[in-house]
């Protein structure tokens, strides 16, 4: 966990930071594995009030590493099956953390970033940042991550990104519900620092229940939530051994368009 997740607390914050700098934080077993743990701690210690999750470097998350694709791309369906649930356990605990949780997003999210930054309570994004989920133009789809952009999002919007793969900028990012606030790169530690400020006035209890209230208000709940993560990872298992999927993933790591695209 060390070498990809980074952690530091300070009066009762703890900052998890993926760090992989030299790929833009994209995720690999060990960072999914590293943070699921990191999480999950963070969540059952009682000396931790807030969690900040954060990237180092540039980037938040550029979503998934290359040669963990190049993986995936020649695994089984059920080897496919088993990574994508690793995957939505990572999910799933940020989503239900009884911690209050902020994305402090420093850079660009792609894909699985985006997912982390869903399943925050509060999202802070720097100007400049760029945000994508690109699965479409791989013969995929954002099935794991989906219901928490969802949520996040709307339906409305989710369709449409769902749909297109486009990349879209902080202000978008902003106004579609996926950040609350976005500032000066300058700025973004202090903004954090505000929320933090601002959370750390209410009662840790009052708190927890106020989530676990948002949820059922919000119809959500993770016993339901893992039975979909179960659904959902068997869909994308299913479409990275398919021939679109391969084509799909071949074309990108070989640096072409898919047939698809071709022309």
């Known amino acids: 966990m060390a070498s990809s997740v980074r952690t530091t607390d300070l009066a009762g914050v703890r900052t998890l930071a993926m760090h992989r700098p030299e790929?833009?934080?994209?995720?690999?077993?060990?960072?999914?594995?590293?943070?699921?743990?990191?999480?999950?701690?963070?969540?059952?210690?009682?000396?931790?009030?807030?969690?900040?999750?954060?990237?180092?470097?540039?980037?938040?998350?550029?979503?998934?590493?290359?040669?963990?694709?190049?993986g995936m791309a020649k695994a089984s369906e059920a080897e496919n099956r088993d990574d994508s649930l690793r995957l939505a356990r990572l999910?799933?605990?940020?989503?239900?953390?009884?911690?209050?949780?902020?994305?402090?997003?420093?850079?660009?999210?792609?894909?699985?970033?985006?997912?982390?930054?869903?399943?925050?309570?509060?999202?802070?994004g720097a100007e400049g940042a760029k945000f994508g989920l690109t699965e479409v133009k791989l013969g995929l789809v954002p099935a794991v991550i989906s219901p928490y952009v969802l949520a996040a999002v709307g339906l409305r919007h989710a369709r449409k990104l769902f749909l297109t793969?486009?990349?879209?900028?902080?202000?978008?990012?902003?106004r579609i519900g996926l950040l609350h606030q976005v500032v000066a790169p300058?700025?973004?530690?202090?903004?954090?620092?505000?929320?933090?400020?601002?959370?750390?006035?209410?009662?840790?209890?009052?708190?927890?229940?106020?989530?676990?209230?948002?949820?059922?208000?919000?119809?959500?709940?993770?016993?339901?939530a893992e039975r979909i993560d179960r659904d959902n990872a068997a869909l994308i298992a299913r479409l990275r051994v398919s021939p679109e999927g391969q084509e799909g993933l071949t074309a990108f790591l070989d640096k072409r368009a898919p047939r698809w695209a071709a022309g």
């Open 165 to 174: 793969g486009e990349v879209f900028d902080a202000a978008e990012a902003q």
């Open 186 to 224: 300058e700025a973004l530690d202090n903004a954090v620092a505000f929320a933090l400020k601002l959370l750390a006035k209410a009662g840790p209890e009052a708190q927890r229940e106020a989530k676990q209230l948002a949820f059922r208000m919000g119809g959500l709940d993770e016993t339901a």
């Open 23 to 70: 790929v833009h934080n994209a995720f690999d077993d060990a960072l999914i594995a590293g943070l699921t743990a990191a999480i999950e701690d963070a969540s059952r210690d009682p000396a931790v009030r807030a969690v900040v999750l954060t990237g180092s470097g540039a980037s938040f998350s550029a979503g998934a590493d290359l040669n963990w694709m190049r």
């Open 91 to 124: 999910m799933r605990s940020l989503q239900f953390c009884p911690k209050p949780t902020v994305a402090r997003v420093n850079g660009a999210a792609y894909g699985g970033g985006v997912g982390l930054v869903a399943c925050c309570d509060i999202a802070i």
